[in-house]
């Protein structure tokens, strides 16, 4: 059994994958989640062959009962959870006037809702580990679109707005716990995400995945002491108030 355990939602590929990679070399145990059990169970073949113990669980997070059941799962598999990523998003552009009911519930479901209940699940356990270690942590993951507005991605980037928001208020509430939490808000990460922009901007000039996994690495490694409220990721040359 690991000695240490993550937990990570939306893990079937582009940021949440690679994240959970750079946890597989650190010897975490894994439960990893996503909607598609097919594509999941694909996605996370190369980590299984390579040795490294995944729980893998199917999950729509918009719906509070199925994003129980991955903390569940996880509990039973590993009895502690180290680290949590709230890394499932989806985003709907769309123009003020024409956003559709569904679409704007579904990213707040999605987007903010299930970090917040997620949060909550994983609270019990990552309170273990902080007192234990004192090296807990919460990754929530954000987007530059949430430090200023942008034109046709208003609700995603609200939402991402308020997972920084939340995230600070997570972190002044449980930090002294032993448990850090840090918000990701990265600009255009070449993930399936992003197709939508690629003929403007193009892959090969877009933030890699690995990038924002070994950001991550970066925070298993700081001390109790350093706490670390948000990591912003531009690409060369660009405004932080840049999509």
Known sequence: MPERAALITGASGGIGLAIAAVLAEEGYGLTLSA???EKLDSAVAHLRDAGHEVETVAANVADEEELKSVFTAHEAR???LDVLVNNAGVGIGAAAAE???RFLDMQLAVNLRSVILGTREGLPLLRKAGAEHRKALIVNTASIAGKTGQP???IYGATKAAVLNYSVATEREVGGEG???TALAPAFVDTDMTDFV???VPAEAMIRPSDIGEAVRMLLKVSPNCHIPEIVFTRPGEA???P
């Open 99 to 101: 956003i559709e009911t």
């Open 152 to 154: 046709w991605l208003s």
């Open 78 to 80: 590993f009895g502690r």
């Open 198 to 200: 690629k003929e403007s």
């Open 35 to 37: 909607r598609r059990p």
């Open 179 to 181: 448990i850090a939490c």
């Open 240 to 242: 932080v108030d840049a």
